[in-house]
């Protein structure tokens, strides 16, 4: 049975990859390579990019995630609609399977990348909390810089039936359902379920792939997310971002659903980049949640979320 075990990369295509370039560049991200039609960026971690960007019309192309095992991968090549394994060109190489997920997203399945060597970046901060101190003799001072990406985080993903798109990311890639967002009217309509990697008794993120129910004619990414270092690193590359001029999507904020520190942005092509810091962990033993999609659910703190948040692309004036 395949279990996919991490996110590794998410590939966008992009009419103007200069400026996405410099968008992904004040976003964190770290140049992993480039050809005439194409380029790689990097986190900080060990995998050898962490974005691809296309030369094309603006659009999602899709997401890569980890496999245990190259039997895995040849078990992935023979789903219906699945590409046959094949040889990755691209820096780190390993080997791929291109899957047809639903609503056609398509979903690559890696294995055998070699690493990357990881790159250098601020130190978490020690914070002096009130009744405990941890820094003395040792001054506070990071560096005014754009947030370190460190590795991707999540995908979110608008399906026109969420209640198959969460079956199949079950039964094809082995995730489980972490907690379910109902309409606040019906608690039959899911408005989105977030589904989480199966690690067994080691610790997983809250979610690595939230399913959301699309609006008729919505079937497109909502954002991918990034983690960064701590949350001083959310709120100063907040700062960084909107000296730059782009558009704030919503943030800084607290989320309920995995606890992160958040900051979301649009890039030129009107697609929204989260940067975050410090979400919950859990393993396969914990049980599925059930909430209403109400603003409180939303973010525990952090400023009101603007409608306009909720559409997968709104290029920036
Ligand atoms: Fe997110």
Redesign the pocket.
Known sequence: MIKVQDIVYCIYRSPDLDKTHTFLTDFGMVDAGRTADKFYMRGAGSYPYVNIIEKGPAGFVAVGMLVGSAAELDEAAKLPGASPVETIDAPGGGKRVRLAGPDNYRFDLVHGMTPAAELPVRKPLPINFAWQKQRVLDLQRPDFEPARVVRV??C?LKFSDGDYAVKWLQETLGMLVTDRMHLPEDEKKMLGTFMRLDRGDNPADHHTI?ALQAHPGDIDVH?T?YEVQDPDAVHIGHQWLEKKGYQLAWGVGR?LL?S?V?DYWRSPDGYIF?H?ADGDLLNNKTKAGNYSATQENLAQWGPPVDPVFFESRRVPA
Request: net charge negative.
């Open positions: 985080g999540h979110v939230f954002h997310s989320h995995g992160q958040f989260e975050y």
